[in-house]
Every structure is written in structure tokens, then in C-alpha cells.
């Protein structure tokens, strides 16, 4: 709440006009349909000349996944080859999602040190939580932060999630997957997924799941993917062998084999998380970092246009065509990129605000490089515990550390800061510090 106070705040009075790139709905295409709604615009035409057309189409990129179309919550014997066009809109629009990307890097460049960490930690636990919470598994801020402290401490403490939390870092450090064969798929599922997964749904065959799966809701059946694993095996061989393809562009790739991962549903439990956190390393090895770990957060706050796109996907009456649902992942994408880009376009200002009210309310030099320390890990993760004391030392190489450690005692004592952590020792900007500074 005093952040959101804060923000009111400053800018009273103010006239600020935010222009930001809004993706959504601005590449619905106008000429080129699916399948599925070209039939019924145009019924006198041969529906499967249309579906000959594009597939055999020079431009058009083919895959060999293929997928038992759903009809009517059922799934067909009929088969189909994935494909998908590179119409000028999708075009457009991966086009827009490489620009947004070099803008977030360039304002990145442009933050401090620990307004940049705390960023990206802030963006990662919305991340986490919102993986969860599209499965309806419930998390709480508590949890994540004590997950990512852990497994940016590299303690022993077991702690819920902090495996899932590891496994994302990775992303920041541009580590890509090394999926080579489907015992790969496992291991990540194991790991990412640690203590998360009850042991009535852990996988019963060989490697992964051995029994009847549905998705869908009470009244409605999505899909029913195949139930044994012996049958769906050489599925999930086809998905490594895609993803290893070089020579389709990277996102198009990511998208249709996040379609084909949860399409071939290989876990009992679990799948969306496994899923979901692929594509982001994939998007990461690409973009920039918080690009990439803003697909969730993103997908949590468009559920149905999400679930929608699965729909259609696997329709029978749309012919296994992915141009639409990699349009529609990459709209979200692109609407979390632009709130991204805003949001740091604002924090930059309030940092800068900060930054002048710290520096008129105090003269010593070590004070002041402290507080605007704190204010910058406040303003970009203003939920989490703040900075650790041994983290300062990089960033106050031109005092000696008894010097620091008085400073930091000396500000908790008088209010301006509160211990969060007593092991590691960590503060935060205390709650009266803040209102101090939202009523300059």
C-alpha cells in the first residue's frame, strides 16, 4: 500500500502521458482465417483444397508433430502434420517482440546494479507464483522469497520451491537446455518440480505417465491424450527432435512445441509447470531475461485467451494449422513485454525522486549511498526482504566494511531501516522511512 500511496504521490499533479506499444488485437489478421472460420465464410468452396493450399504452400514451415485432432470432446482417428504459415502479421509481430526485447535490455543497462537484481527477483516470484496459480496450485510471497533467498544462497535448508526457484535463475544467466533425449525431459521434471508433485501422480510407467488423462472441466473435455506411454513415446521423440531444429525461427519453434509438450501430456501431474518453464528458458536463451520469465505472469492474467488457443489448436476443423495459436502466445508475450517497458519507465522516475529526497535529507556521503541502496531494492521488489548485508559489499568498495557496518546499525536504530532476516542478516527501508519520503 505505501508503494501504491507513494506513486499517487509523486505524480499529483503531474500530467504524465504513458505511450507504450499495445500488441493485443493490433495483428488480428484481416485476410487469412483459420480453417475453421474459412469454411463457414466461404461455404461453397472445397475446405480441403484451402488446407492443400497452405500446407503444401513454399512459404509455409511443416513439422512432423502430429497430433489426433479433438471433435466435440472426442478425440479422432484422422491425423494431421503441425504446420504453420509466416503470414505478414505473425511476422510483424516477432518483429515487434525482438524490438520490445532490445528496449528492455537498453533500460536495463541504464539501472543500477541492485535496482536491476531486485528487478529481475521481483519478475521471477511473479513468475513462480503465476505458474501455480494457472494449475491452481496456491503459493504464497512468503514462500517464494525464502525459495529464491535459499537458492541464491546456495544453503542446505530445505525449503518449498527452492529447486523451482534455482531452476529459473538459470535464466538470467542465459543457460540453455540441453534436451537431447527424453531422459532429459525427466530430469527436469524431477528437479524443477521436487516436493511438489503428490506420489499419487508421480509418473507409474518407465518414465513418465501410464495411465488415462483427461483435460478439461467438469462440463468439457479439451483433450484426451494417449494413455499409454509406450504409444506416445515416439511423440515425445518427434517434440526433442523439433525443438533441435535450427532452421525454424526460435519462436515460432518455442510456441508450437509448448503446444506439443502439453498436447502429448507425458506426466500425471505437473505438466503445464514443465511445460511452461521450457518455453521461458527457450524465450531467455533468445531474449532478454525478464522477457522471458514475464510468460506465465503474463498467461495468468489472459487464462481464457490461453485456453482458447488450445482449443482451436487441436480442433478438428482447423487441420493441426499453429499459425493462430503462435500468434496468440506471441501477443502475450508482446502485452507483457509492454507492460514491462512501462513499469520500468516509471520506476526509473521514482528512483530518480528518491534519489533527491535522500540526498537532501542527509550530508554524509555513506548514509546517503546506503539509503538509495535500499530504495532502489524497495522500488523494484517492494514484497521482498531486502538487501543482505554482505551483498553491500560490492557496492561500497570505497569505505572499509566496520565503516558500512556501523552505518547500517546506526540507520536500523534509528528507524530508517528494519532487520527482515537474522540469518543471513538483511534490511529493508522501514515502513516510517517511506512515509517520510512520500510526504517531501
Given at each position: 500500500m505505501i508503494f501504491q500511496n507513494f506513486v499517487v504521490i509523486y505524480y499529483q499533479g503531474i500530467k504524465k502521458i504513458a505511450i507504450y506499444l499495445k500488441l493485443g488485437g493490433a495483428y488480428m489478421t484481416k485476410n487469412y482465417h483459420s480453417l475453421q472460420i474459412f469454411k463457414y465464410s466461404h461455404p461453397k468452396e472445397d475446405i480441403n483444397l484451402q488446407y492443400k493450399a497452405r500446407i503444401n504452400s513454399p512459404a509455409t514451415i511443416n513439422t512432423h508433430l502430429k497430433i489426433n485432432p479433438m471433435q466435440r470432446g472426442i478425440r479422432q482417428g484422422i491425423t494431421f502434420n503441425l504446420f504453420a504459415m509466416p503470414i505478414k502479421e505473425l511476422l510483424q509481430?516477432?518483429?515487434?517482440?525482438?524490438?520490445?526485447?532490445?528496449?528492455?535490455?537498453?533500460?536495463?543497462?541504464k539501472l543500477p546494479g541492485i535496482a536491476a537484481n531486485q528487478l529481475f527477483i521481483n519478475t521471477l516470484k511473479n513468475e513462480i507464483r503465476s505458474t501455480n496459480e494457472i494449475e491452481d496450485v496456491k503459493t504464497t510471497n512468503a514462500e517464494v522469497n525464502e525459495a529464491i533467498a535459499n537458492a541464491q544462497s546456495n544453503t542446505k535448508r530445505k525449503t518449498r520451491l527452492k529447486s523451482f526457484a534455482r531452476m529459473y535463475l538459470k535464466i538470467k544467466d542465459k543457460q540453455n537446455l540441453q534436451i537431447r533425449n527424453i531422459g532429459d525431459i525427466r530430469r527436469i521434471y524431477d528437479y524443477l518440480l521436487e516436493g511438489e508433485i503428490p506420489n499419487n501422480k508421480m509418473p507409474d510407467g518407465k518414465m513418465f505417465r501410464n495411465r488415462f488423462a483427461r483435460i478439461g472441466s467438469e462440463i468439457e473435455t479439451v483433450h484426451q491424450p494417449k494413455v499409454?506411454?509406450?504409444?506416445?513415446?515416439?511423440?515425445?521423440?518427434?517434440?526433442?527432435?523439433?525443438?533441435?531444429?535450427?532452421?525454424?525461427?526460435f519462436l515460432i519453434k518455442t510456441f508450437i512445441s509448448h503446444y506439443y509438450f502439453e498436447y502429448v501430456h507425458p506426466f500425471n501431474d505437473g505438466n503445464g509447470r514443465t511445460g511452461r518453464y521450457i518455453a521461458c528458458v527457450y524465450l531467455g536463451y533468445k531474449l532478454d531475461s525478464l522477457s522471458a520469465i514475464t510468460f506465465s505472469s503474463e498467461i495468468n492474467k489472459n487464462r481464457t485467451k490461453y485456453y482458447k488457443?488450445?482449443?482451436?489448436?487441436?480442433?478438428?476443423?482447423?487441420?493441426?494449422?499453429?499459425?493462430?495459436?503462435?500468434?496468440?502466445?506471441?501477443?502475450?508475450?508482446?502485452?507483457?513485454q509492454s507492460s514491462l517497458i512501462h513499469d520500468l519507465k516509471e520506476k526509473q522516475d521514482l528512483l530518480n525522486y528518491f534519489f533527491k529526497v535522500i540526498s537532501s535529507s542527509t550530508s554524509e556521503k555513506l548514509e546517503k549511498l546506503i539509503l538509495f541502496l535500499y530504495a532502489q531494492a524497495f522500488l523494484f521488489n517492494d514484497t521482498g526482504f531486502g538487501i543482505e548485508d554482505r551483498e553491500l559489499k560490492q557496492y561500497t568498495k570505497d569505505f572499509h566494511w566496520t565503516q558500512v557496518k556501523q552505518c547500517l546499525n546506526k540507520l536500523t536504530q534509528n528507524g530508517s531501516l528494519t532487520l527482515t532476516k537474522k540469518s543471513p542478516l538483511t534490511r529493508r527501508l522501514s515502513?516510517?522511512?517511506l512515509t517520510k519520503i512520500t510526504e517531501n
Open positions: 509481430l516477432q518483429d515487434a517482440i525482438q524490438q520490445n526485447s532490445n528496449r528492455i535490455s537498453n533500460l536495463l543497462d499409454h506411454e509406450l504409444d506416445f513415446l515416439p511423440d515425445l521423440l518427434d517434440w526433442v527432435s523439433f525443438i533441435n531444429d535450427d532452421s525454424i525461427p488457443a488450445f482449443r482451436e489448436a487441436g480442433d478438428s476443423r482447423n487441420y493441426g494449422e499453429m499459425t493462430f495459436f503462435v500468434l496468440n502466445m506471441m501477443e502475450i508475450l508482446a502485452n507483457g515502513e516510517s522511512f
